[in-house]
């Protein structure tokens, strides 16, 4: 996948978590390639994309997950976990 391919795959996945969070009251800003959650207990949750292996990352309090587009979907690279099973986990919220 190119570079240009990879950006546009993850603004969709940023405008979806947007999206979600719309009628929460989970905090969602959006800096560049940056996306950072501040939940209603001040935990903070930092999503981002990482353009050069063309993934995107999530870094909670309970660690850091990277995730590589396969067979259509975003999964962990260490488990294979999905990518907005996990986020959604860490909100408390589907996503």
Known sequence: MTESEFTQ????????????????????NLNGGVMELEL?????IIINRHTPNRELWIAAKSGG???QLKDGQWLNTRDG???????????????
């Open 40 to 44: 209603e207990n001040g935990a903070k």
């Open 81 to 95: 976990t999905e990518f907005f099973s996990t986020l959604s986990e860490l909100c408390g919220i589907t996503i």
């Open 65 to 67: 997950f990277h995730y």
């Open 9 to 28: 795959l993850a603004d969709v996945i940023f405008a979806r978590i947007e999206n979600a969070l719309d009628h929460t009251d989970i905090d969602c």
